[in-house]
């Protein structure tokens, strides 16, 4: 039973993963690569549960539980910040300089493998501790949730690959930065509305994920589509 409970937590994320490595037109990612993002993406879990599990403690010295500062705080700069910034960090450490960071799109396989790498170990952990439904439940909203925090993040991440090739150094860290914002908004928002248990949040949590999904899958097709090597302009539009 373990095992098919496993194969349920992996099985979404395996499907996410191949559908944006065949969106890759230009050229292929080396699996080696893929395979070290995937590792990382399950190092940024435990980095992420150890600074949450700190964060939370000291906020509930200072703010009462589940309050709103409390829940703002707690999904947004401990939660969305620690979950993103590690897959962050740990995703630059071993691309930003591969000499197979050579397309813009690349940026988005980057960031999508080690979301769905952080997103496989943890939804594991979920599917083991709750159930069958729980991986069900996870395949439709977490899973792809972090599948499109990467989105967002590599879409930008790519482009700054393009601006430091062309000498616009500053622009690069900008780049970077707004990606690493918009991860951390779109997570923070995603935990926030999930937490509130109304019907009516759940009407908006629907509505979010929803546009949010439709949104990064139009991302992926126009950036795909309209993919170069870098060294040839940096007029990429989001």
């Known amino acids: 039973m373990e095992l098919i409970l496993i194969v349920a937590a992996i099985l979404p994320a395996a499907f996410l993963m191949w559908r944006v490595y065949q ?17 990382l ?35 947004f700069l401990i939660v969305a910040v620690s979950e993103e910034g590690f897959k ?4 630059k450490s071993r691309t930003w300089n591969s000499p197979h960071f050579n397309c813009s799109f690349d940026g988005v396989v980057y960031a ?18 709750y159930g069958l439904a729980t991986a069900v439940a996870r395949a439709l909203t977490a899973v792809p949730g972090h599948a499109c925090f990467g989105v967002f993040m590599g879409t930008w991440y790519g482009i700054a690959k393009r601006y430091e090739e062309a000498g616009l150094l500053q622009e690069a860290a900008r780049s970077r930065r707004t990606g690493l914002l918009v991860a951390v908004l779109l997570h923070g928002t995603y935990d926030f509305i999930a937490a509130m248990q109304t019907e009516a949040m759940s009407l908006v949590f629907v509505v979010f994920v929803l546009s949010m999904f439709i949104t990064a899958v139009r991302l992926v097709r126009r950036h795909a589509g309209s993919d170069s090597y870098i060294g040839g302009g940096t007029d990429m539009e989001i």
Do not use: C, H
């Not at 080396?30 to 590792?39: A, D, E, Q």
């Not at 999508?112 to 501790?129: C, D, H, K, P, Q």
């Open 23 to 39: 969106a890759d037109r230009l050229e292929k990612e080396p699996w080696s690569l893929l395979r070290s993002l995937l590792i």
């Open 41 to 75: 993406g399950v190092a940024a879990t435990a980095l992420a549960s150890f600074a949450e599990q700190l964060g939370d403690i000291l906020l509930s010295w200072f703010v009462p539980e589940d309050s709103l500062p409390y829940n703002i705080i707690m999904y």
């Open 88 to 91: 962050y960090l740990l995703m």
């Open 112 to 129: 999508v493998f080690i979301s769905l790498g952080f997103a496989i170990w943890e939804n594991i952990a979920y599917v083991l501790s």
